[in-house]
T-cell receptor
Framework: RKEVEQDPGPFNVPEGATVAFNCTYSNSASQSFFWYRQDCRKEPKLLMS???SGNEDGRFTAQLNRASQYISLLIRDSKLSDSATYLC????????????FGKGTKLSVIP | DGGITQSPKYLFRKEGQNVTLSCEQN?????MYWYRQDPGQGLRLIYY???????QKGDIAEGYSVSREKKESFPLTVTSAQKNPTAFYLCASSISGASYNEQFFGPGTRLTVL
């Protein structure tokens, strides 16, 4: 299994829809995870941190499944402004201080 | 406002030239990082520094060099030894180098080799 793997998409959804992305990781000892959002030709920005079973912030919910080694991001009531690439980020190799970034899942919300 | 600044936003370089990318942060973060992003690819770590006067190679350090003489600054030099330097370069910082700390990014520098 790769260190981190995401479905590249694109996910094309209508406004108001609910969409979910999954991300699998290989390091079973990982304790903290992140979802970043990256707009076209911009820098990544932190969307959510996930330290335990999950986290919720408004329309966004992140869930962690340690047994299956995946994390998910759920977006409810999609807005046009949610169109972006969503990066899954996990700790690097055991003993490493690095983070490993997924290649991202592209979301397009359509009017 | 606290944040990370990178300059320049766009940079053009002729083959065979060295070029230095600037990264400054006023967040009082100990750790700083340089990543490279190519189209359709994830971020790849070039160098990172957990403390002043110390830095380590990341996954793709060949052809790059860094310095960390001040806590606020972590410049990256792209040398002529880097075979394919055209890319989007992102600098980031975090409170410390522990992997449970989120990283905050600067706006990036787009380097094009002519």
């Amino acid at each position: 299994r790769k260190e981190v793997e995401q479905d590249p998409g694109p996910f094309n959804v209508p406004e108001g829809a609910t969409v979910a992305f999954n991300c699998t990781y290989s390091n079973s000892a990982s304790q903290s995870f992140f979802w970043y959002r990256q707009d076209c030709r911009k820098e990544p920005k932190l969307l959510m941190s996930v330290y335990s079973s999950g986290n919720e912030d408004g329309r966004f919910t992140a869930q962690l499944n340690r047994a299956s080694q995946y994390i998910s991001l759920l977006i409810r009531d999609s807005k046009l402004s949610d169109s972006a690439t969503y990066l899954c980020v996990v700790p690097g190799r055991a003993g490493s201080y690095q983070l490993t970034f997924g290649k991202g899942t592209k979301l397009s919300v359509i009017p | 406002d606290g944040g990370i600044t990178q300059s320049p936003k766009y940079l053009f370089r002729k083959e065979g030239q060295n070029v230095t990318l600037s990264c400054e942060q006023n967040l009082n973060h100990d750790a700083m990082y340089w990543y490279r992003q190519d189209p359709g690819q994830g971020l790849r770590l070039i160098y990172y520094s957990q403390i002043v006067n110390d830095f380590q190679k990341g996954d793709i350090a060949e052809g790059y060099s860094v310095s960390r003489e001040k806590k606020e600054s972590f410049p990256l030099t792209v040398t002529s030894a880097q075979k394919n330097p055209t890319a989007f370069y992102l600098c980031a910082s975090s409170i410390s180098g522990a992997s449970y700390n989120e990283q905050f990014f600067g706006p990036g520098t787009r380097l094009t080799v002519l």
